[in-house]
């Protein structure tokens, strides 16, 4: 989110939406104009056509350690780490938007 392509692209096409207070100082510290819109998830509309396509719930966070309090009627579920090994920008984006069609297809719960 901090090499230079990514800021360049959200200082060319911002302000940047975050889900997370901390996503937004980091972005700030680095002048970029920044608001909390949440999880892009909640772009999404609430179903597809075929909504038995839409069975997997998906646990996302940079945090394993919340596995430990989901209750065992939220399962069987994916995890997910938003964390990226990579500072490639276009690396970076098109991971984004993978994963965003894995949610807006398959997911009943994210």
């Known amino acids: 989110m901090t090499s230079a392509p990514a800021l360049e692209h959200n200082t060319v096409?911002?302000?940047a939406g975050c889900r997370d207070r901390y996503t937004i100082g980091l972005l700030r510290a680095?002048?970029?104009e920044a608001f909390l819109s949440h999880c892009l998830?909640?772009?999404?509309?609430r179903r597809l056509a075929d909504p038995a396509c839409q069975k997997?719930?998906?646990?996302?966070?940079?945090?394993?350690?919340i596995l430990d309090y989901l209750p065992a009627s939220t399962g069987p579920y994916t995890y997910v780490s938003h964390?990226?090994?990579t500072s490639d920008f276009?690396?970076?984006k098109h991971r984004a938007h993978e994963l965003l069609e894995t949610y807006r297809e398959r997911a009943k719960l994210v």
């Open 56 to 65: 997997e719930v998906f646990v996302t966070s940079h945090d394993r350690a």
């Open 13 to 15: 096409h911002g302000p």
């Open 41 to 45: 998830t909640l772009t999404f509309a």
């Open 90 to 92: 276009a690396k970076n």
């Open 83 to 85: 964390i990226s090994d």
């Open 30 to 32: 680095h002048g970029i």
